[in-house]
């Protein structure tokens, strides 16, 4: 298996690990590392659609938008102010300066808009990219 066979399987095995976690944080309550969970699911199946596209490594960023765009995906005016929210989990959830703030931002409602945000996303990236 070539060194990008290997990517491919990694981006598409860890998206799936990380919406599943995604999924548990949610049903706990634990909402900060939820959202968290599915920016990293969402960028990896990204990454994945990417490597698949290309035949080329993924870049090493965070933005989702950028990364769709790089995946040649048409993702309309909705799903840019949804992934430009969503790639703000990224940043928030990794460094002790914002994630005071993100957590008082967490709140149910917010977490259950963007978890379900995410969740049509994914699917969504699934069913209409993974197999292009």
């Not at 790089?70 to 914002?98: C, P, Q, S, V, W």
Request: charged share 30%.
């Amino acid at each position: 298996m070539t060194q990008l066979q290997k990517t491919v399987v990694y981006f598409q095995e860890s998206a799936e690990r990380d919406w599943k976690m995604a999924q548990k944080l949610f049903r706990s309550k634990d909402y900060a590392y939820c959202l968290f969970f599915c920016h990293l699911a969402l960028e990896k199946l990204l990454k994945y659609i990417i490597v698949v596209k290309t035949d080329k490594a993924a870049p090493y960023i965070h933005d989702l938008v950028k990364l769709a765009k790089l995946a040649d995906i048409a993702i309309g005016a909705n799903k840019t102010t949804a992934l430009k929210e969503i790639t703000t989990f990224n940043i928030a959830g990794r460094y002790d300066d914002e994630k005071q703030a993100f957590y008082a931002k967490c709140t149910k409602p917010y977490a259950q808009k963007y978890f379900n945000t995410s969740r049509d996303i994914f699917l969504w990236l699934k069913k209409d990219y993974r197999k292009k």
